[in-house]
């Protein structure tokens, strides 16, 4: 006598794959802008961050020559000593370039400033003056 088996074919169907996709998309409609919304918001505070370290590194240029840079001289005087600068103690970085603000453009510095002793800011991801949300400026004197 032959054993003669049962094969029964086991598997998901094409509707529940269809089903099963469905509801993945459903979920990334859902979740996917708030992921977008908290990746706006960290790059804001980096660039937060990152002018107050500047500011405070600016401080320290201040305390060595008497002096913030000047416009001219910009934020490269604290990797490279200016020409005027005859008590530079620097780097006063750890990196030898100046960051880039977390939406990949220079910060801009402006001394003296129209707030205060310097000017040192950001316009945010539309590289636009205003704007709400992570196209809105960052600036040190706030």
Request: aromatic share 8%; hydrophobic share 35%; no cysteine.
């Amino acid at each position: 006598m032959k054993n003669i088996k049962n094969h029964t074919q086991t598997g998901f169907t094409l509707l529940e794959l269809l089903v099963v996709l469905g509801i993945i998309a459903m979920l990334a409609g859902i979740v996917g802008p708030q992921v977008m919304k908290h990746m706006g918001e960290s790059k804001t505070k980096a660039a937060k961050v990152q002018i107050e370290d500047l500011a405070a590194t600016l401080d320290m240029y201040k305390l060595d020559l008497g002096r913030y840079p000047s416009s001219e001289e910009g934020l490269t005087a604290l990797i490279e000593s200016p020409d005027s600068a005859k008590r530079w103690n620097g780097p006063y970085l750890r990196k030898s370039k100046i960051p880039l603000d977390p939406w990949q453009q220079e910060y801009r510095y402006v001394s003296p400033g129209e707030h205060g002793k310097f000017d040192l800011f950001t316009l945010g991801a539309d590289g636009k003056e205003g704007g709400e949300g992570e196209d809105q400026d960052i600036v040190s004197w706030e």
